[in-house]
T-cell receptor, first 112, second 118 residues
């Protein structure tokens, strides 16, 4: 069963604006990861945040994690047309098994 | 960086035939690989965990006799969809965890294989 729920399911913004996507999960996690998927393609790993971390940055990406609320957010600043893709959060919940459980994803469209 | 390939990238087959999909880790060894399927506009659903030298572990609801997994070496796992039917049409993605990687570290994903069963 899916662990994560993401919102919004779809987001359309103008180029240059910031995009924020949220992910909620149900059980304790080892870490949470964000991936990007362009239409019909494989997944690109964006960022991993551990359960003992609260915020992480990578270029134009900023990820926060609130384990008390069991939620995470992905912020993309100064969006570009090339950021158009689906974004998924994935939680690593099973100690030792390293299985990932994916959220439903957010389809992000950046309008030029 | 670590690269995972899949072959073929897309395949069309007739109903009732079997299709084999390969997942290879190109520049690292992996004792564990995962197989996912993804329907259009949906998320990835884990099908099974492939362990080198042992039987695969299937998720609930996934038929092991329908989706045969063989992880014969540290760089190759194969998924065979047996007696494929149109409802098996999907995007199949594998991922691999490098040997000696720490707990919970990144998995590396293949580019996916699109299967269309006519």
């Amino acid at each position: 069963s899916q662990q994560g729920e993401e919102d919004p399911q779809a987001l359309s913004i103008q180029e240059g604006e910031n995009a924020t996507m949220n992910c909620s999960y149900k059980t304790s996690i080892n870490n949470l990861q964000w991936y990007r998927q362009n239409s019909g393609r494989g997944l690109v790993h964006l960022i991993l945040i551990r359960s003992n971390e609260r915020e992480k940055h990578s270029g134009r990406l900023r990820v926060t994690l609130d384990t008390s609320k069991k939620s995470s957010s992905l912020l993309i600043t100064a969006s570009r047309a090339a950021d158009t893709a689906s974004y998924f959060c994935a939680t690593d919940v099973f100690r030792g098994a390293q299985k990932l459980v994916f959220g439903q994803g957010t389809r992000l469209t950046i309008n030029p | 960086g670590a690269v995972v390939s899949q072959h073929p990238s897309r395949v069309i087959c007739k109903s009732g035939t079997s299709v084999k999909i390969e997942c290879r880790s190109l520049d690292f060894q992996a004792t564990t690989m995962f197989w996912y399927r993804q329907f259009p506009k949906q998320s990835l659903m884990l099908m099974a965990t492939s362990n080198e030298g042992s039987k695969a572990t299937y998720e609930q609801g996934v038929e092991k006799d329908k989706f045969l997994i063989n992880h014969a070496s540290l760089t190759l796992s194969t998924l065979t969809v047996t007696s494929a039917h149109p409802e098996d049409s999907s995007f199949y993605i594998c991922s691999a965890i490098p040997l000696n990687r720490g707990q919970g570290e990144t998995q590396y994903f293949g580019p996916g294989t699109r299967l269309l069963v006519l």
